[in-house]
Structure formats: structure tokens, C-alpha cells
């Protein structure tokens, strides 16, 4: 689910930081660059875990970097401070076939929204639920209710107070769209499509009253 992905990057330093540590200011400005950023193909970076390395420090005159000014007699030069940083984050990114807790966001017509807390974009489309499943409308709403799981003459709910475990069938990073609708929904840059069709999957609620009803039966 975690991973340490090595990056190398060159780096605008702005002037304000000149103040601190150098390490410290590397730092900070590399959170700002990526934290709870989506990278394509290496995902959701989570923390800077380590700076493996600084060079250069290459000043390049009025490029339209961060800028800083120095002023000899009356002169003033404008110039940019650039510096090729290497380090080490911490990246979310599930591998397809992993099992992974989450909470119930939203449940609709299509599935279900799951999130970990610090990732939402987890998605359970109603073909992934485990046969036969079905939605029931809450009164009122024509999009909001709860799907329901009927096995063996029992009715299992799907509710917000129940971790739920799924599998992650696929990972993808759609295409920043050019033009988005208003009405659409906010662009993600890192989708994960899971399934709950399978024994020990969905609300772990389903499983632990399984549990008392076989030993019930016993």
C-alpha cells in the first residue's frame, strides 16, 4: 500500500527561506510541491520521508523563477537560485489483489464511495457486489439509499458505521481534462476500482454475524 519512491527534482528556492536551514527549507518547499499531490504512476504522495541529496545552487538571471534581489550601489540585478534535490516519499499506491479497510462515504444507484481518511476516490461499482445485491431508495431521495446483500434468506445492509474490506481490482490516473462541465464531478487524478464479491469482503459486520450463526448452529 506504501511505498518509498526516489525522486529527483530541480528545485526553485525562494528568497524567504534564505533565513532557515538549508536542509529545513528544502523541506519545506518539497511539501508544498507534493504532498497530497498525485504523481502518475507512483500515486498519492503522503509525507517527504528523506533529502538523499543537494547540488548546484545555479543562479539564472530573470527566468521567471522565484526571485530574489541584490542591489549594488545603485544597480539592481533580479536573479533565480536553483538547486537539483534528491529525496525519497512516502507514496500511496495500492497494488491490484490487496485487501484494504475503509468507511462507507457515499452509496448510490452505481455502488459505493469508500474512503481510508486521507484518500477518497475509491469507488465499488455494483457489479463488484457479491450476487444477488440490491439498492433500496431511502424515502425521499431518488439517489441516496442502501444496498443489501441477500444470502440465504438473510438481508445484509451496507451502512456509514461499518468498516468495509475490499479488493483493488485496478489503479488509474485519468487524463487532466481540458474542459470540465460544471455539473460534472471534481476532477480525480487517482482512481482506485475494488470489489467486495468474495468471502471475508464487504462490512465486516456480515462476516462476524455469520460467525455467531454458525456457532449457533454448532
Given at each position: ?10 528545485l ?7 533565513n ?36 548546484g545552487g545555479f ?45 462507507l ?30 439498492f ?14 441477500d ?24 487524463p487532466?481534462?481540458l ?18 464479491d468474495?468471502d ?19
Amino acid at each position: 500500500m506504501f511505498y518509498l519512491s526516489r525522486i529527483e527534482h530541480t528545485l526553485r528556492f525562494p528568497p524567504h527561506l534564505l533565513n532557515l536551514p538549508l536542509q529545513e527549507a528544502i523541506h519545506k518547499e518539497l511539501e508544498k510541491l507534493f504532498l497530497d499531490k498525485v504523481i502518475a504512476k507512483l500515486g498519492l504522495c503522503i509525507s517527504v520521508y528523506d533529502i538523499r541529496s543537494i547540488e548546484g545552487g545555479f543562479i539564472f538571471p530573470n527566468d521567471g523563477a522565484a526571485t530574489y534581489t541584490k542591489r549594488n550601489n545603485l544597480d539592481c540585478f533580479t536573479y533565480s537560485w536553483r538547486l537539483l534535490v534528491v529525496f525519497t516519499l512516502v507514496m500511496f499506491r495500492p497494488f491490484v489483489g490487496e485487501i484494504i479497510s475503509a468507511q462507507l462515504l457515499k452509496s448510490d444507484a452505481d455502488g459505493l464511495q469508500l474512503s481510508v481518511g486521507f484518500f477518497d476516490d475509491i469507488h465499488i461499482p455494483d457489479h463488484n457486489f457479491p450476487k444477488p445485491s440490491r439498492f433500496q431508495v431511502e424515502p425521499g431521495y431518488s439517489d441516496r439509499g442502501r444496498w443489501i446483500w441477500d444470502y440465504n434468506e438473510q438481508s445484509f445492509d451496507i451502512d456509514n458505521s461499518d468498516e468495509i474490506r475490499f479488493r483493488v481490482i485496478s489503479v488509474s490516473y485519468p487524463p487532466i481534462p481540458l474542459e470540465q462541465p460544471k455539473e460534472s464531478k471534481p476532477f480525480a487524478p487517482m482512481v482506485i476500482t475494488g470489489s467486495i464479491d468474495d468471502d471475508g469482503l464487504g462490512p465486516v459486520s456480515w462476516w462476524t454475524e455469520a460467525n455467531v450463526v454458525e456457532d449457533e448452529a454448532t
